[in-house]
């Protein structure tokens, strides 16, 4: 395959003679460690929910109404809004982390 104008050829795979170098981006490295940190969070919540919503179903403890207006209530309660803050704060940590400190 011919090379684009005004490219070296170059498509980052190894040439016959050596290999290339990729040099570690510290700012991506902390960006992926606060995506993976978000994306557990998710599935842990997730997966509790989905638990709670079966058992509930099957017991007949509360109808979806009930559970909707639950959500709403949360909505203007200050605990509600200090646990969102500190699940952010907690999510984004790694981004605010000195470089070469991330977990």
């Known amino acids: 395959m011919k090379a684009a104008p005004g490219s070296d050829g170059d498509d980052g795979a190894a040439s016959a003679g050596g290999s290339r170098r990729q040099e570690a981006d510290p700012a991506l490295d902390r960006l ?7 994306l557990s ?16 179903a099957r017991g007949n ?4 109404a009930e559970l909707e207006a639950i959500g709403r209530e949360t909505e203007t309660d ?26």
């Not at 992926?32 to 978000?38: E, V």
């Not at 969070?41 to 509930?56: C, G, M």
């Not at 646990?83 to 907690?90: L, P, S, T």
């Open 78 to 103: 200050p605990a509600y809004d200090q646990a969102a803050a500190d699940f952010v704060r907690r999510i984004l940590a790694p981004l605010r982390e000195p470089v070469g400190k991330a977990d």
């Open 41 to 56: 969070e998710h599935w842990i919540q997730s997966e509790k929910l989905a638990h709670l919503t079966r058992l509930l």
């Open 32 to 38: 992926t460690a606060a995506f993976m940190r978000l």
């Open 61 to 64: 403890v509360i109808d979806p």
